[in-house]
């Protein structure tokens, strides 16, 4: 035949695509759906805002706290006399 293929190389193609097909593995598939957001115009009492800065301010100082007292501990241990 001119070229000289006589369709092995699709033979082995087909082979190699049912290798893949039984190799194990863990497979996710996902479905991203559209969501609606629904905005409302709301009221919400003062002391709301009034609670939720006073827990952000409680929350800085906390986290301040825990890493005032982490990188003292760490600054003592060598220095203890």
Known sequence: KVGGNTGTSHH???SHRQQQAILPGIFFIYQ???FEVEISMDQV???H???RIL???GGVFTIVGMIDA???SRNGKGSRK
């Open 55 to 57: 827990s952000t301010v």
């Open 32 to 34: 991203i759906y559209p």
């Open 70 to 72: 982490l990188l003292h």
């Open 12 to 14: 082995q193609h087909e």
């Open 45 to 47: 009492p003062l002391t």
């Open 49 to 51: 805002l009034f609670i």
